[in-house]
């Protein structure tokens, strides 16, 4: 039988050196040391707020192959945590408080003193939340109420919920994410509403940013099931209105972004550092990334009032949208609105093959695009 030969990457620091006090250890936080030439693989260990640290059992008094757990149960050292092991290695999901260096201050360790530390690994929840996500009873009820979840998290204003799941669809998150979500659930309550699809409540968005993720996301308005309305002004700013034509109108005060600049002040100085100055030192560019999401979920706790002025308002409101017949194109063969159909010599054309100007929207609003 083949053996190996593992190097520890460093070792445990706190104050236990019984092993008989698993519970105290893991609710006392522990340091962990690494050597000096394994320091390089912290970087941006920060992104990880859950790790996975194997250790070894150094005190282990053999490798038992059964034994009693603590609640009497027999079981195989395979179906439990004892530290009774054929191979004494341990493994533990920490919390990460404080990264220094070659230092790592954690919570839930429950290794004792001086342990050799094996690994260090970034927790992976991929299949819990794959099993999660895949339960019959909990997809039954979104299967008949899809925004179930997200109603109510607007009602209990868990605005950190909504960031981290609407981070999901935006790709990032940023402080324009953050005002989207503040604005939109502030409005959603204060109308006391949700959306359902069928145009009974509509956003109209005065920008296409990441504020209107935030909108779009937590209202429940997109443009797929056209309760999402385009007003091309270039402010961060949004209506919601009722089918009756009741709505609240919110738009960012001109020193919302110096508010948010002064509470976050570090990272407007990394900002210059590593994007104005493009110092992309890894030790740099990490404290950035750091300091971006601290600012981007602070933005969540900053009070309304001094980002936004809202005001109610009497909104006039467009008709529900038309259902459009399909008609294919004579030339490309491609299926077109009816309603976008330009007609050529009695031949029903898309504005492609027709060669006629367009509207698209891009990060500069929406403008006509000719052929040439």
Known sequence: METYQIEPVGYVVN???????????????STILLYDRFTEGLLNIEACAFLDIVYYLHKSEGGQMS???????VRGAFASRS???PNPIGITTVKLLVHDHNK?????????????????????????????DSDPVHNSILKSDPRIEI?????????????????????????????????????MNELSTDSDGMEDLLSITETNNCFSDGVQFVTGCSFGNNALIFKDTGKTAFTLAKRDGNGIRICSKPGSRKVIQEA??????????????????????????????ERAFGTLSLP???????NRIQVDIPAYAPVHESIVCSVCGES?????????????LCADCAKTPYSILTGDGIRILSHT
């Open 151 to 187: 109603r109510n998290h607007i009602a209990g204003n868990r605005t950190e919920i909504l960031m981290l799941k609407a981070g999901q669809m935006h790709g990032h998150f940023c402080p324009g994410l953050a005002m989207g979500i503040m604005a939109a659930t502030w409005a």
């Open 104 to 132: 790592l201050l954690v919570k839930g360790l429950d290794a004792i003193n001086g342990s050799p530390v094996i690994d260090i690994k970034c927790c992976d929840t991929s299949l819990f939340a794959a099993e999660m």
């Open 336 to 348: 077109v609105m009816d309603s976008r159909i330009v007609c050529q010599e009695n031949r029903p």
């Open 15 to 29: 104050d236990f050196d019984d092993p008989g006090h698993r519970n105290k250890i893991k609710e006392s936080p």
């Open 67 to 73: 034994g009693r757990t603590p609640s009497g149960d």
């Open 264 to 293: 976050f002040p570090d990272y407007q100085r990394l900002f210059e550092t590593v994007v104005a100055e493009q110092d992309h030192d890894p030790a740099l560019v990490a404290e950035y990334k750091k300091s971006s999401l």
């Open 83 to 85: 530290p009774a092991r």
């Open 304 to 310: 309304l009032d001094k980002l936004f002025r809202m």
